[in-house]
Structures are given as structure tokens and as C-alpha cells.
Nanobody, 124 residues
Framework: QVQLVESGGGSVQAGGSLRLSCVAPENIFKVNAMGWHRQAPGSQRDLVAAITSDGRFDRVKYADSVKGRFTISRDNAKNTVYLEMNDLKQEDSAVYYC???????????????WGQGTQVTVSS
């Protein structure tokens, strides 16, 4: 079982910022794509952002709703993927899940492993 440890959720007012972190096991982080998904009450779990690296360049993908506001990045030295969230809106409120899979395609559609989730609440 792969353990993904998330942190950084919380409550913020609309327009504010939060940064989520997810630490993965080194052997997984070095080869896998990483992603963030979110799930609001009564809704399905959807992709927020995903990232993969070939060792030199990162490839990223964002949901349309977060483009220009959220940034996904990875720190290979810390085996950590981040989600920087700016200009937060009430509709961004959800439980955010870190995910990993061998390929970008899989981390977007059918991740192999999930974190426990961290709550993000945006108030007006």
C-alpha cells in the first residue's frame, strides 16, 4: 500500500490563498505522475491538476475552472507535490485528494493510490 500524506487544507475567505502539500514514497515519486482531485458534497471527484516529469521538464494539466489561479509543482528532493491555490472562490470548497499513478493518463482518470484528503473551505 502506498501512503500519500497531505497537508495544508483549511478555511480561507474568498480571494485568499492556500498551499496544499503531498509527500509520497521516494520510489513512487521518482517514476509516477502526481495529481490533485477534489470532491464537494454531492458531487463526483474531479481532477484539479496533474504533473509528470521526464527528469528535465514537467508536463502539467489543469481543470479549466482553476487555470490561471492554481499552480501544481513538484520538489524532487522532498518527494513532494504542491498545489498553490490563489484567488480562491466559494466553489473551490471541497475535500482535496492527492493521487498517483504510473502515467499522466492514469493519474487523471484512474489513479492507483489516493491520499486521505484535506478539507478546503472558502467563505464569502
Amino acid at each position: 500500500q502506498v501512503q500519500l500524506v497531505e497537508s495544508g487544507g483549511g478555511s480561507v475567505q474568498a480571494g485568499g490563498s492556500l498551499r496544499l502539500s503531498c509527500v509520497a514514497p521516494e520510489n513512487i515519486f521518482k517514476v509516477n505522475a502526481m495529481g490533485w482531485h477534489r470532491q464537494a458534497p454531492g458531487s463526483q471527484r474531479d481532477l484539479v491538476a496533474a504533473i509528470t516529469s521526464d527528469g528535465r521538464f514537467d508536463r502539467v494539466k489543469y481543470a479549466d475552472s482553476v487555470k490561471g489561479r492554481f499552480t501544481i509543482s513538484r520538489d524532487n528532493a522532498k518527494n513532494t507535490v504542491y498545489l498553490e491555490m490563489n484567488d480562491l472562490k466559494q466553489e473551490d470548497s471541497a475535500v482535496y485528494y492527492c493521487a498517483t499513478a504510473p502515467t499522466m493518463f492514469d493519474v487523471i482518470r484512474t489513479p492507483a493510490y489516493w491520499g486521505q484528503g484535506t478539507q478546503v473551505t472558502v467563505s464569502s
